[in-house]
């Protein structure tokens, strides 16, 4: 697995894109701090993962109670 920072990873993004589909795992790093993976897409897919933002629809059911109207004025009333 390779690791390379975020401006060598923009230089190298081909070679990147190359290696992910290869099959090899790429991790950026920011100031040394891990922040995303390059990985192969069958990966992605083996791995459960998938749907972008799509995958939390429906997550906050409940969150707003049942009067949402109600909930939103109230919060928008503090604004104000």
């Known amino acids: 697995m390779l690791e390379i920072g975020a401006e060598a990873a923009r230089k190298r993004l081909p070679e990147l894109l190359d290696r992910a589909h290869a099959g090899e795992t790429s991790i950026i790093k920011k100031r ?4 995303a993976a390059l990985v192969p897409l069958d990966k992605r897919i083996e791995d459960g993962v998938s749907g972008g933002l ?3 629809v429906g997550t906050g059911a409940g969150l707003w109670g049942t ?3 109600q909930v939103v ?4 009333d503090e604004w104000e």
């Open 32 to 35: 040394g701090v891990p922040y």
């Open 67 to 69: 009067d949402i109207p």
């Open 54 to 56: 799509l995958s939390f």
């Open 73 to 76: 004025k109230r919060y928008r």
